[in-house]
């Protein structure tokens, strides 16, 4: 991947992770001292998004099928595959199960004194704007009629598919193949070397979304849904240290290094609070900085940020808890079997943007008969949130990543304890 050919961009001899943390820091305190009137700042986390926006839909493409294509031998690509799709489904329902027992536990719903009505706002999608209500029209959704409608509507899951179904023909081909695959390889090459520039202007966007999220949320917001927030925060935590352990266990490499190496990919997932946006962030580091080999970056970082958010499976089982004991209703042993479900595929259908989730929380909510009207209530703490389970998807995509790469050993154990 072109990552490794970059170097280090410096400003002022500050390191990139150092720019972050600077702007992290002056992101949060400009909000504070200008509040609402710091919402002019947005624009500059805007026009980087922006940039990521208009790259991501070709780079998870060209970067599915190179990675499909690169593994060579399919029997070694079905065997990575098995083994990622596995363990992403396998930690998601992990997730929500985590979800659903810290919202049974710490009870957030229960005790709060807002009315509903308050909070319902105009930016609250609308029913029928609902992408999957059922589970059966989730499946259908998978498969796309238009692969350039998909394409422009940025319909990451269709173009997956669509990506798998293109990179195992391309394999099943052989020969026939492969000036195609030179050329799929040459075009995500350049794709990385422009995301590689853009992913220059971070700190900038980290600032202008500082600044921004706390001068307009201010502390205020937090504290009505303090508990709400509390309990995410709680489980996101355990979910955090559950990826150390299992690191610890399965891979048998030292988590602490794992935590240490990854700040910088942290820290952009919290403050863009957006896996797509991190994920070039996210792929560099692993490979540099964790000895990871490019085969397993490139074809399971891509897919993980897309379908694998472990932050937004506790999310969303949380809120449904929540929601339930907010509006006093009692859910049945069905209920959580029917919440354990669509959680899951909440967790995999939403976007890897900022709150990619939110159109979701309709599909679980509507599952189990809560009224979906408790969107609006989420929206103004949203943010937040989505910071915390945003940090915890892209580091669940990294730890499964490297559980992966290092049962295939093909992990580089000299750079990882560099
Ligand atoms: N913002 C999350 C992400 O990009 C998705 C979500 O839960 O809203 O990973």
């Not at 991947?1 to 972050?20: D, N, S, Y």
């Not at 609308?126 to 409608?149: G, H, Q, R, Y």
């Not at 849904?225 to 399965?250: D, P, S």
Request: glycine share 8%; aromatic share 10%.
């Amino acid at each position: 991947m072109a990552g490794a050919e970059v170097t280090e961009f410096k400003v002022l001899g500050l390191k990139m992770w150092q720019q972050v943390v600077l702007c992290l820091i002056l992101g949060i305190a400009t909000g504070f001292a200008l509040g609402p009137e710091a919402e002019r700042f947005k624009i500059l986390g805007t026009i980087f998004i922006n940039l990521i926006k208009m790259v991501v839909v070709p780079l998870i493409f060209l970067a599915l099928v190179s990675g499909i294509t690169s593994m060579g031998d399919s029997s070694n690509f079905k065997r990575v595959g098995i083994k990622g799709l596995g363990t992403y489904l396998f930690t998601a329902l992990l997730a929500v199960v985590i979800g659903l027992v810290a919202g049974t536990w710490f009870q957030p719903g229960i005790g709060l004194q807002v009315n509903i009505n308050d909070f319902a706002s105009s930016a609250m999608p609308a029913s029928s704007e609902m992408p999957a209500t059922s589970v059966k029209d989730f499946v259908l959704s998978l498969i796309s009629t238009n692969i350039f409608a998909s394409f422009a509507e940025s319909n990451l899951l269709q173009v997956i598919v669509f990506a798998f179904f293109f990179g195992t023909t391309m394999n099943m081909m052989g020969e026939k193949s492969v000036r195609a695959r030179v050329m799929i390889h040459d075009f995500s090459q350049i794709i990385f070397r422009m995301i590689e520039y853009i992913v220059r202007l971070a700190p900038m966007a980290v600032f202008g979304f500082m600044a921004w999220s706390v001068g307009t949320q201010g502390v205020e917001i937090i504290k009505v849904l303090i508990n709400l927030v509390g309990t995410v925060l709680a489980a996101c935590l355990f979910q955090y240290v559950l990826f150390g352990v299992m690191i610890l266990v399965i891979a048998r490499l030292n988590p602490l290094v794992f935590y240490r190496k990854l700040v910088t990919t942290q820290l952009m997932a919290f403050s863009t609070s957006s896996s797509k946006a991190t994920l070039t962030t996210a792929m560099r580091e692993v490979q540099t900085k964790l000895g990871v080999s490019e085969q397993s970056s490139q074809f399971l970082l891509p897919l993980g940020a897309s379908i694998n958010m472990d932050g937004t499976a506790i999310y969303l089982g949380i809120c449904a808890l929540f929601f339930a004991q907010f509006f006093g209703i009692e859910l049945h042993f069905a209920d959580y079997a029917m919440l354990l479900l669509t959680c899951t595929f909440g967790s995999i259908g939403a976007a890897g943007i900022p709150s990619g989730s939110i159109i979701f929380m309709g599909m679980v909510l509507n599952s189990v008969g809560l009224p979906i009207e408790g969107i609006g209530l989420l929206l103004g703490v949203d943010r937040i949130l989505d910071m915390i389970r945003t940090t915890i998807n892209i580091t669940g995509d990294c730890a499964i990543t490297l559980l992966v790469d290092a049962s295939e050993k093909t992990i580089d154990k000299d750079v990882y304890y560099a």
